[in-house]
């Protein structure tokens, strides 16, 4: 039996940027040999972007591309054409973002994709998919964002609307389930399924849950509003820093023990208070009784009270705080990567855990790498040809 899920599933991966780049890591994760095809010369773009030391793959580079072998090859030659070809019939997945119309200038649209490997999965990432009216226009995540209906749900009523830090992620991972085209807007609104039922629902009346009196035809921005069936917020804490809040799920079945926790048995039989419905009502004086009793406390310290009695609540994490949690560090969520230029990385783990497939994140690979390797040892290139091929500039 394998070690892994997906070893011996080799992923061509033409991928750039965030979206594609997170969903092929997470196959290397899974196992599968991931060879990334990149321009000769700069590669990925985001290899030089946002970089905190000189000429060394920054950060953005690296903490998506761990798992990979790197290759380069220049798609605009005849002999990389014919390389492709090569690889491609060797490859069981091939993985793309490219600018709408790319992969079609360059000779190989997905019908002669198809024709070249039969059994290959063609897996596609555009801003707007292969079809409709938008399908040509490039996009970014905050793109994405504004089209898919999060940015004018997200943020405070009387203000503009916000992306969030989501990023890359939720543009690719909806894609990276099977074979086909789809589109970044179309996962962002997947995500926003909430509020096209608030939208529904406000067509028959106000939204209660909402921190808004007056309502317009549209789904306002929620604050911090909860999108399901029970009220929520985030609620001040000690010593009232920037992110010194807790987030707590007003669960019907904890309003008692959560008074007694306060010391506030006295409101137990207040009818102000008694009754979800009746709090509904009065969710900003629910909401500021509970905080003067918060803020007493760090909200760690809140999260024990609350987990004591059962109560579903989230100290709100920065991202000091995420490096250093215990939880993420016990399920290898955070971990640190050695790499042959920056020493080490810390970077995010594997959000899939499969019970027989254990991940070993290693390094994101230089540019270039395995291009000697791969041509030579999966193609059968000599070493002559290979350095021929590279004083040509096709690799
Ligand atoms: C992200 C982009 C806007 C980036 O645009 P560009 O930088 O202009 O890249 P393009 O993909 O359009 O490719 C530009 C050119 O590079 C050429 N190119 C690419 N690879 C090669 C190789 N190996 N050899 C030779 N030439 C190459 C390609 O043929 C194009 O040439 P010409 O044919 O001559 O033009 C676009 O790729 C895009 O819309 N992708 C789909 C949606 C997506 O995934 N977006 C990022 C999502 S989230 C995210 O990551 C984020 O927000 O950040």
């Not at 292969?130 to 996009?139: E, L, N, W």
């Not at 943020?155 to 990023?167: E, H, S, V, Y």
């Not at 990276?176 to 789809?182: Q, R």
């Not at 809040?245 to 208070?273: K, N, S």
Request: hydrophobic share 35%; with cysteine; aromatic share 6%.
């Amino acid at each position: 039996m394998a070690d892994k899920a997906l070893e011996g599933v080799r992923i061509l991966d033409m991928t750039h940027v965030q979206s594609g780049p997170s969903c092929t890591q997470i196959l290397g994760f899974l196992g599968a040999d991931v060879i990334k095809l990149e321009p000769p010369g700069r590669g990925d773009i985001t290899r030089g972007q946002l970089r905190d030391m000189p000429d060394v793959d920054s950060l953005y580079f690296t903490m998506l591309n761990c798992n990979k072998r790197s290759i380069t090859l220049n798609l605009k030659s005849e002999q990389g054409k014919t390389i492709f070809t090569e690889v491609l019939k060797t490859s069981d997945v091939v993985v793309e973002n490219f600018g709408p119309g790319v992969l079609a200038r360059l000779g190989f649209p997905w019908e002669t994709i198809q024709a070249i490997n039969p059994r290959a999965i063609y897996a596609s990432i555009k801003g707007f998919g292969s079809y409709g009216p938008k399908k040509d226009f490039k996009a970014y995540e905050p793109i994405a964002q504004a089209m898919g209906g999060s940015m004018s749900t997200t943020g405070l009523a009387d203000g503009p609307p916000l992306c969030t830090g989501l990023a890359g992620r939720r543009f690719g991972l909806r894609h990276s389930h099977g074979g086909g085209h789809s589109g970044g807007a179309d996962s962002v609104l997947n995500l926003v399924r909430v509020k096209m039922r608030d939208h529904q629902r406000l067509q028959r009346g106000p939204l209660p849950e909402y921190p808004i009196e007056h309502f317009d035809d549209a789904v306002p921005r929620s604050g911090n509003a909860s999108g399901g069936g029970h009220p929520g917020t985030a609620l001040r804490c000690k010593p009232g820093g920037p992110n010194d809040y807790i987030y707590v799920v007003f669960q019907p079945q904890i309003w008692d023990a959560l008074l007694r926790t306060m010391g506030r048995e006295d409101l137990i039989d207040d009818e102000r208070f008694a009754t979800p419905a009746a709090r509904l009502q009065r969710l900003d004086e629910v909401y500021a009784l509970v905080e003067s009793w918060t803020l007493k406390y760090t909200k760690f310290e809140v999260m024990e009270h609350l987990n004591a009695i059962n109560v579903p609540c989230g100290p709100v994490l920065d991202s000091a705080d995420l490096f250093e949690d215990d939880h993420l560090r016990a399920r290898d969520m955070i971990v640190e990567v050695p790499h042959p230029q920056r020493g080490s990385f810390k970077t995010v783990g594997s959000p899939l855990k499969l019970s027989d497939s254990a991940v070993d994140i290693t390094s994101s690979p230089l540019l270039g790498e395995h291009t000697a390797e791969v041509l030579e040892q999966v193609m059968g290139y000599g070493t002559d040809e290979v350095d021929k091929l590279r004083q040509d500039g096709v690799i």
